[in-house]
């Protein structure tokens, strides 16, 4: 089994849906990513920082699931990152109503030294140069290097993002990201050009219409599971880099092939991650859930055709 170092924000998130309304709660990418791969039991590190404002119990909470939390600075007198959002009818698209920055403003990562020779790197939503620092501190090239970002470091910081994904194996990216940072409406037109750039894999993420994976001149679909209810995609995209990143840590076999299976995984906890709201459904998930999830996902995708 690899270790899996997993970067990102460990935030306070304030939601709206056409559901409900929360006050600060637990969110952040990096949260979002940790509880995620701990299904997988891989041994991974969560490297962040929050403010003095961060009650212990959220962190216990990432310890719990066995997420190392030593690479999480707590600045005492600085302020948590706070990421307020409001979701469309649809449900599939939102605004941001704030975003702020606080203790991230001047956050320099530090990889615990046990985990500097990680084999899989988890690349969450954060700032693009602390995403880069993070892979400097790396003391042997990991197997593979996963990025996911966001419109928001495209506006501010394209330039630096642009030079860390370069360096990575693997994208993780929305449809309209893809867009918005190829300047292509063709989904494959998009991944080709994020190819050129650097990663060998694209990942697009299609909300509740599931996911692409590229590789060179190979496509692989998988659908999103439809569901009953759901109330908050807030961290779905998130949950999914985790299950994504975390099937491939436990499998350590970084093929087209058992990425395939790996966006699988993705879908399947992403699809729990959307039925509450924030990380409330993904702090108590048990395997024999995942496993009856996944057991509904095959048989919403296969089937016998005759090609005469
Ligand atoms: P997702 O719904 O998967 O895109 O991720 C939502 C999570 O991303 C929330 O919990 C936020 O705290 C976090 N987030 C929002 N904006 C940013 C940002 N600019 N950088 C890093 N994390 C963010």
């Not at 690349?123 to 003391?139: A, C, K, R, S, Y």
């Not at 991944?191 to 060179?216: C, N, Q, S, T």
């Not at 779905?236 to 099937?247: H, L, N, Q």
């Amino acid at each position: 089994m690899s270790k899996l170092v997993i970067v990102g924000t460990v935030a306070f998130d304030a939601i709206e849906t056409p559901f409900g309304k929360t006050d600060k709660i637990l969110g952040g990418a990096a949260t979002y990513i940790g509880l995620s791969a701990s299904n997988f039991n891989v041994d991974s590190a969560a490297v962040s920082v929050v403010g003095g404002d961060f009650p212990q119990k959220y962190l216990d909470l990432l310890e719990n699931r066995n997420v190392n939390i030593d690479g999480i600075e707590i600045v005492k007198d600085g302020k948590t990152f706070f990421w307020s959002g409001k979701y469309h009818n649809d449900m599939n698209s939102r605004d941001t109503l704030v975003t702020e920055l606080n203790v991230l403003e001047h956050f320099n990562p530090i990889v615990p030294d046990s985990y500097k020779d990680a084999e899989v790197v988890m690349l969450g939503n954060l700032h693009p140069l602390v995403q880069q620092g993070v892979l400097n501190q790396m003391t042997e090239k990991p197997k593979l290097a996963i990025l996911d970002t966001m419109n928001f470091w495209m506006d501010i910081a394209l330039e630096d993002l642009l030079s860390v994904i370069k360096n990575v194996d693997v994208i993780t990216i929305n449809d309209e990201e893809a867009r918005q940072l190829t300047g292509e409406y063709s989904l494959l037109v998009a991944a080709r050009k994020i190819h050129e750039i650097g990663p060998k894999y694209v990942v697009i993420k299609k909300g509740e219409h599931g996911a692409l994976l590229f590789h060179d001149d190979n496509v692989f679909y998988a659908p999103a599971l439809p569901l009953e209810e759901v109330f908050d995609p807030t961290g779905a995209g998130d949950t999914f880099a985790g299950g994504f990143s975390g099937y491939l840590a436990k499998t350590e076999d970084y093929s087209f092939e058992n990425m395939k299976k790996a966006v699988i995984y993705g879908s399947t906890l992403a699809s729990f991650c959307v039925e509450k709201f924030g990380t409330e459904r993904m702090q108590n998930l048990t395997d024999k859930e995942i496993h009856k999830r996944l057991d509904q996902f095959k048989s919403l995708t296969q089937f016998d055709i005759e090609l005469t």
